[in-house]
């Protein structure tokens, strides 16, 4: 929408910044008010005009699908897209215009207490699922709001902390996923983060919401801040802020820069044109008067089903039918199903496990077994371990109380409550068989007590149709399909991040660089209790015939089978990583590049393509300022996880043929390395006596002398002066095609 052109200075600054928790200013009726609510897995809208970020105040009834930790494990961005449609026909019904989701921050370590609202910690696999999430929310005409922009990864002083990252590990780790989404969903909005990041404010840093956001990537859309994240509203919208969310009331200072010239008004204009602009956008949007409410439970159901993940199972899953079983735990009858803080929804219903299961299994007892409050009750405890003695199979539900994880602080630990660990090792004592059934948000540590069960089904927080979902899996009247999204470590020490998470005195080094997750377990070859990608169906899968053909320049077609060699119907996640096994440049292992979810009845089989471009295979140069694609050999990997490669094809790339500038300071190495460089060095040091052959590898003056910068061997005597090394600098230049220089 252009700015309607007589508006005032006053009246543009009060379009800049909301008139209540959950509402933009409406300035007479040329520009209407914007409804915005959080999700993202649920519309939690407030009807009082005091909202509050907390989920303090209570929201109107909505579906409460699976949060992303969820979501992201089914791997199937065709169920996000549906997840998302359905989202934002509820908020419709709910007058709400933008809803401010997904999170799509990487889980740099796994105590973040907002894990449960993210979905993992890799950046392709987090770009796609948002994307469709985003696209779903798109289609009705609904804005999504993508969150939180950017390096928020930890809540431990999340408002004032200072993410300090180097360049090349935010481009091809935490920012990617924003990329993706900005360019291929187009997002209506993007909401700043409260950090800092490389000591600038996420509200106050122009390269990351103009250079990049719209320069770089295109948006087109709205930024908006995260619900207090403006410190300074004039530097806010210099660094291409446009609205603060909630109101500060501070509109006179916007009012005063303009006055006084600090804030040129045409920087003003072009922010409360974007707000006018997102309103014309979402005045388009679909009406709804409600919405089925028993259809979009369902869909619930479909999406929790589709997103635990089945860790470990000797047979004793599905459960026979005509088995004596028990069903322990005080999460089976109060479950988890969502985290805490602003995502917080109130469900249209809830499933509970217990229910569920006890409607489809005769005779199933149950006994609660332990408190949540983490508080040790013998009794409790007692009265489970007798009624684990007279079943045959005996499932527990154990997981991490609401108290242990939320938005807002970290946890400091990843282990599941010491009581609960106590009765699974008793209830084990007891019962031949005894399947694990876990709820958390954040990944919980599993290698102290995996050996005591047969089988381990992830349920992380499944949304209000959970309890059925898992039971339908438990029963095997599904498959489970879900596949791990982060990588389940041995020991908290073993995750990346460990030594510099969560910082200390305002500042968190990443000092790991890219080597987050799987990339760093890989890389070391450091075992861990399941890898990313891992999870268990009731069937078996077998690949062949990987085929990978060059289609273009840097793009190739890859094609392999699936077939369902097991006599259940069942799906696949078929992953494909692009690995480099070379050690220069430094890079992590491999990395995640496609993905193809295939449902196959027994004995079919489908042939999966993935394609793979440029990208697939560049790195973020420092040097250059952008991407680039070094020459040589590299892997296309397929396979069922991280460290389930199941086939594997050599290739080779020429490179981009990017061919960096020499200066004096460049090394002796990097000149004979250099195509022109190289040629015009050996010249003048053909006229030099006495050198050794710089081509023999086994000298060790040679490596010695790789290392020396050019410009030092102005004293060696071997000719090459000051001037000598200026001409042969201008030489190497002129000789460079255009593009290089
Ligand atoms: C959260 C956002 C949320 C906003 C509004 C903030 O505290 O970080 O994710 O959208 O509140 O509730």
Redesign the pocket.
Known sequence: MALPPDLTTAEKASLTSGSDTWHTTAVRDAVPAITLS?GPHGIRRQRADAGD??GLTRSEPATCFPPAVALGSSWDPALARRVGAALAKEAAALGVDVV?GP?VNIKRSPLCGRNFEYFSEDPYLTGVMGAALVTGVQSRGVGACV??FAVNNQETDRMRISADVDERTLREIYLPAFEHIVREARPYAI?CS?NRVNGVYASQHRWLLTTLLRDEWGFDGLVMS??GAVNDRVAALEAGLDLEMPPTGTDGLIEDAVRSGRLTESVLDLAAGRVAGLAERVAGRERHDGWDVDEHHELAREAARASAVLLKNDGVLPLAPGLRVAVLGELARTPRYQGH???HVVPTRLDTALDALGRAVEGLTFAPGYRLDGEADADLAREAVECAAAAEVAVVFLGLPEAAES?GFDRTSIDLPGVQVELLRRVAEVCPRVVVVLSNGGVVSVAGWRHLASAVLEGWLLGQAGGAALADLLLGTHSPSGRLTETIPLRLADVPSHLHFPGSDGHVVYGEGRYVGYRHHDTLGTEVAYPFGHGLTYTRFEYSDLDVRETGPHTWDVAFTVANTGDRHGQEVAQLYVAFEAEHPSRPRHGLRAFAKVGLAPGASERVRLALGPRDLARWSVTRGGWRIDPGPFTVEVGASSRDIRLRAELSTPGDGYVGELSEMSTLGEWLAHPVGGRVLRERLRQAPGLPDLDRTDSPLVGLALGIPLIKFRTFGIGLTADVVADLVAAARSALPGDDR
């Open positions: 959080d970020a907390l401010l999170g969150k939180h909401m409260y995260d619900w803080g602003s995502s938005e």
